[in-house]
C-alpha cells in the first residue's frame, strides 16, 4: 500500500483549471452563503433571538473544496458542528439551518431537540451528530464497513478539529477503517486551537497528518484555505476509496475567525497581534481574489451574488423566525423506533 | 422438541437470523476463527464468511461505534463485547450514541442493533469476569435491555432483537451458558420483548429475578413447597421496558416480594422494583419488600470463599423466603 505524508499538497492551479467557471462559482457561491449565514447567527445571538451560536467562520474552503468532491445523494456525510459549509453543499438550505438554531418543531436536523450546528438529515445522507467529540469517527469507519459488506460504492466523509485527534475514538475509528480498507475520508480542520488549547497541548506532531502512515494509510496536509487544492486532495482520496484502496487523512489547515462559540471569549487567550493575522488569511477573500484575477467573477458579479445571498439569508431567518415551536407533548415523542 | 444449553440456543438464533437476512452480520473480538470466547459463534464463519462473521480490532468503543454506524447504512449489526465487564470503554458509544440517536434526530434515524454480553459472576472470574452491568444500562431511555435465563426465551428473544427497530443490550449470564437446558422447538419462533414470565406460579409470596437468579429461585421455591410455602417465581426477562403490570399483579395475589440479584444491593434494579411495588401495591402489601444483591464492595474477589460470600445462593434465598413467609 503507498503511504506517503505529502507536505506539498497540490495548490489552487492544479485543481482550478479542470473545473468549469460555473462550478467555480458555485463553489465561492456556498462558501459565502456559510459565511453570511454564519455571521446573521452571531447577530441574532447578540440581540438576544438565539441562544447558542457555534462557527464556521475560517473553515469555508475546507468544508466546501472537500464537499464538491463528493457525490450529492449517494456518498455519506458525518459532519461536526462547524460544519455548516459542508452541509449546505450537501443540500441542506439555509432556512433549515435557521430552523435548527431557532430550535423549531419542523427542524429536519433534530425538530429543536439538540443545540443548532448538530447536523442531521437522513435524506442527504448526513448522519445526526454529538456534542461529545469524535464520536462520529466510529461511526464513519462503520458505515464504511456496511457499505463494504453491501458491496456498495459510496464514500463516506467525516470532519472534526484538531482537538478530537486526541480522543480515543479518533485511533479506534481509524484504525478499523484502515485495517478493512474501507472507503473513508477522515478530514481534520486543524484551526490551532481546541476552544483555549493549542495544537502544541494537544500533540507533540507537527501535523495531524503524520500520523496516517502510523495506521498505515496516506496522511495529508492541505493549506485549507485553498479551496482548490482541498477539492483535488479531497478528489484523489475519494477515488481511492471508490477504488477500494480503504481510507486517507487529511489535514486541511484553517483558521478560526471567532471565538470558539457565542459564549466563548478568544481575546482572553488570542493576542490582538494573531487575531489580526488570522483576518489576513481569510479564504473567502482568498478564492475571490483568484476568481477575480482569472477573470471568473467581476466585482459587479461579485456584488450581485452577495446581495442575492444577503435576500436569501433574510428570507430565510423570517421564515424559520416564523415556524411553530415544539408542542410540550413532543418531548416524550421518537424514544424507540416502533418497528 | 431437542433439548439444548443457553449457548447452543443464542447460536442457533444468529444462524437461523443470518440465513434468512444478508444484512446481518456479527462483530467483535475473537468471533470468527476462534468462534469467540465462549464458542457462541462457532462454526458461523465458515458457513457466512469473514465478511459477516468479522473480528474486531480489540477495542470495544469501535465495536459498537462502528456498529452505530453500520446500523444507519441499512445492516443489522450484532456486535459482541466479549465480557460485559469491558463494556465501559463503550458506555459512550451505548449510551450517548446508540440510544439516543433515534431521539435526538427527531426519529429520522434508527439504530437496529444488537450489543450481546456475557455477564454474571460464579465462574471465578474474579473481579473483571464477573461484573454485573444491567443497572446502569438500564436506567438509559432508548435502549431496551434484555437478560434471557433459558434456552426458549434466549433463543426468542435474541430473534426479536435482531428484529428490533432499537439497540438491545442482550445479556447472557456466562454460569447459566452451557449449565442451563432445556428445550426448544424446532419451528421459528419469538417471545417478544418487554413481557415478563411466570415461571413457578404459587400464592404465598411473589420473587423476582432474571438470568441466573432466576434458578436459584425456582431451587429455593422447591425447597420451601417442601415447608408448605407456595412461592411465585417472576422471570424479569427484559429490564427495559419493565413488565409493570405482570408484577405488580404477581404482588397484588401473594402480598409479598422479594427481588434477587447478582449486582451489588445499592442501587441496583431491584429497588426500581421495590419503588415500582410499593408506587402500585402498597395497600395490598403484608410485608416490606425485601432484597437479595450482592455486597456493596466494588466486584466479585477470585477466591472461592470470597466469591462464594460475594453470590447470593439458593440457600439464602430461601432463607430470605422463609422471613417473608413467616411475617
Keep these: 500500500m503507498a503511504v506517503s505524508i505529502t507536505d506539498h499538497a497540490p495548490g489552487t492551479a492544479d485543481a482550478g483549471a479542470e473545473l468549469p467557471a460555473t462550478t467555480l462559482r458555485e463553489m465561492f457561491r456556498c462558501m459565502v452563503l456559510a459565511r453570511a449565514l454564519d455571521e446573521r447567527m452571531w447577530l441574532l445571538n447578540r440581540a438576544g433571538k438565539a441562544p447558542f451560536v457555534i462557527s464556521c467562520q475560517g473553515h469555508e474552503a475546507a468544508q466546501v473544496g472537500a464537499a464538491f468532491a463528493l457525490t450529492r445523494g449517494k456518498d455519506v456525510t458525518l459532519p461536526y458542528y462547524r460544519g455548516l459549509a459542508t452541509v449546505l453543499v450537501m443540500g441542506m438550505t439555509p432556512e433549515e439551518v435557521m430552523l435548527a438554531l431557532f430550535a423549531r418543531a419542523t427542524d429536519p436536523n433534530s425538530g429543536g431537540r439538540q443545540m443548532p450546528a448538530h447536523y442531521s438529515s437522513r435524506r442527504l445522507k448526513i448522519i445526526t451528530q454529538s456534542s461529545p467529540v469524535g464520536t462520529q469517527i466510529p461511526h464513519a469507519a462503520g458505515v464504511g464497513l456496511a457499505e463494504k459488506i453491501k458491496g456498495g460504492d459510496a464514500v463516506v466523509w467525516t470532519s472534526f478539529g484538531e482537538g478530537t485527534t486526541s480522543q480515543g475514538d479518533f485511533h479506534e475509528g481509524i484504525n478499523l477503517a484502515a485495517v478493512h480498507r474501507l472507503p473513508v475520508i477522515f478530514q481534520c480542520e486543524n484551526n490551532e486551537y481546541a476552544i483555549s488549547v493549542p495544537q502544541h497541548q494537544q500533540m507533540a506532531v507537527r501535523s495531524v497528518a503524520d500520523r496516517g502512515p502510523a495506521y498505515g494509510i496516506p496522511g495529508i496536509s492541505v493549506d485549507g484555505t485553498d479551496v482548490l487544492a482541498v477539492y483535488e486532495v479531497t478528489r484523489r482520496a475519494v477515488e481511492r476509496a471508490r477504488r477500494g484502496d480503504g481510507p486517507t487523512l487529511i489535514e486541511a489547515r484553517v483558521v478560526r475567525l471567532t471565538a470558539h462559540s457565542s459564549d466563548d471569549n478568544d481575546r482572553t487567550y488570542r493576542s490582538p497581534r494573531e487575531l489580526q493575522s488570522t483576518r489576513r488569511s481569510d479564504p473567502i477573500a482568498r478564492f475571490a481574489a483568484y476568481l477575480h484575477e482569472h477573470d471568473l467573477l467581476s466585482e459587479a458579479e461579485e456584488r450581485e451574488l452577495r446581495a442575492q445571498v444577503a435576500a436569501e439569508v433574510d428570507a430565510a431567518t423570517e421564515a424559520a423566525e416564523r415556524a411553530p415551536l415544539p408542542e410540550p407533548e413532543s418531548l416524550l415523542n421518537h424514544v424507540y423506533a416502533q418497528s | ?327
Design chain 2, 1 to 327: 422438541m431437542p433439548e439444548i444449553n443457553l449457548l447452543e440456543a443464542i447460536r442457533q438464533a444468529i444462524d437461523e437470523m443470518m440465513a434468512q437476512d444478508e444484512r446481518i452480520f456479527v462483530f467483535g473480538e475473537d468471533v470468527g476463527r476462534r468462534g469467540g470466547v465462549f464458542r457462541v459463534t462457532e462454526g458461523l464463519i465458515d458457513k457466512y464468511g469473514p465478511m459477516r462473521i468479522i473480528d474486531s480490532p480489540l477495542a470495544e468503543s469501535v465495536i459498537v461505534g462502528a456498529c452505530v454506524g453500520a446500523a444507519m447504512n441499512d445492516t443489522r449489526p450484532i456486535a459482541e463485547i466479549q465480557f460485559a465487564d469491558f463494556i465501559a470503554p463503550a458506555f459512550n458509544q451505548i449510551v450517548q450514541e446508540a440510544a439516543r440517536i433515534h431521539y435526538r434526530s427527531n426519529g429520522d434515524w434508527t439504530v437496529p442493533m444488537v450489543i450481546r454480553a456475557p455477564w454474571g459472576g460464579g465462574i471465578h472470574g474474579a473481579l473483571y469476569h464477573s461484573q454485573s452491568i444491567e443497572a446502569t444500562f438500564a436506567h438509559v431511555p432508548g435502549l431496551k435491555v434484555v437478560a434471557p435465563a433459558t434456552p426458549y426465551d434466549a433463543k426468542g428473544l435474541l430473534k426479536s432483537a435482531i428484529e428490533d427497530p432499537n439497540p438491545v443490550l442482550f445479556l447472557e449470564h456466562k454460569k447459566t451458558y452451557r449449565l442451563i437446558k432445556g428445550q426448544v422447538p424446532e419451528h421459528d419462533y419469538r417471545v417478544p420483548i418487554g413481557p415478563a414470565d411466570i415461571k413457578r406460579p404459587g400464592e404465598d409470596l411473589s420473587v423476582f429475578a432474571y438470568g441466573l437468579m432466576l434458578h436459584y429461585c425456582l431451587e429455593a421455591a422447591q425447597a420451601l413447597a417442601a415447608e408448605g410455602v407456595s412461592v411465585e417465581v417472576v422471570d424479569l426477562r427484559t429490564l427495559r421496558p419493565l413488565d409493570v403490570a405482570t408484577i405488580i399483579g404477581s404482588v397484588r395475589r401473594t402480598s409479598k416480594a422479594l427481588i434477587v440479584h447478582e449486582d451489588n444491593l445499592t442501587g441496583g434494579f431491584g429497588g426500581e422494583v421495590a419503588a415500582l411495588i410499593a408506587e402500585h401495591a402498597f395497600e395490598q402489601l403484608d410485608a416490606p419488600v425485601l432484597r437479595i444483591g450482592g455486597p456493596d464492595v466494588p466486584a466479585m474477589p477470585f477466591a472461592k470463599p470470597l466469591e462464594d460470600a460475594f453470590m447470593p445462593s439458593p440457600q439464602k434465598i430461601a432463607a430470605a423466603m422463609r422471613r417473608l413467609a413467616a411475617y
